[in-house]
């Protein structure tokens, strides 16, 4: 297939205004990405509706949202900061992606072909016009890099998480038993349930678990009914 079959055919502006537009797009899907990506290690102080399986379907407008909603009811602590911050970083974001991918082209009177936002609540337009230029995309990579920054402060695992076994007992976690398949006791009370596409870092689980590795080894259990993490001995 030659290269002119797999470009578009319409207009385009120069590659570097486009690349920047891609930078953009791509920045916002990578935040979002990272906040839902470390849900799993979180998962033990979180409330019951923040999950890969409760939020991925979502806009990064409806998850911010739905962050939000949720550390208005969180205990006061370093997660509950994460959640907020978390949620204002993707509201920032979705508001920024949305100003490009709802624009359209039209010609700038200085820098040629550019995309021209006209600002709409829900369906209806608010007057509000504006380029999608050079100086417009400055200003949006600026405040999207602090809003980054802002949510790379994530919270340790065991550190103002909260209670991890209480955490655990309301997810319905079991005492203690031997599983035939790997026939291994485990720990009390030690179990961390994973949902859906949830799939741990093993390494991280030893804060989560709250007990020192020489305790035993972290094993990742799976089978047709049942995903979970557990500390077992031997």
Known sequence: ????????????????YLVRVGELAYAVSSLEWTMLGDLHRLAPGLPEGLTLSDLEARTTG???????????????????????TAAEALATAAALRNDVLHARPATHPAQGQRLYRAAAEGQRPTGHRFWIDDAW??????RLNEQVRAAAHRPAIGSGIGDARGARARRGVGRARRWPRYRMPCFDDTEVPLTGDERAHVGDLGGILGRP???????????????????CRG
């Not at 995309?137 to 600026?142: R, T």
């Not at 590795?213 to 500390?231: C, W």
């Open 62 to 84: 409806g998850i911010a949202r739905r962050l939000r909603q949720h550390a208005e009811h969180m205990s006061p602590g370093p997660l509950q900061v994460y959640v907020a």
């Open 137 to 142: 995309l400055d200003e949006a990579v600026v």
């Open 1 to 16: 297939m030659s290269d002119e079959r797999v470009r578009p055919v319409v207009a385009l502006p120069e590659p570097e």
């Open 213 to 231: 590795p020489e305790e035993g080894r972290l094993v990742h259990h799976h089978n047709a009914d049942r995903d979970f993490v557990a500390l």
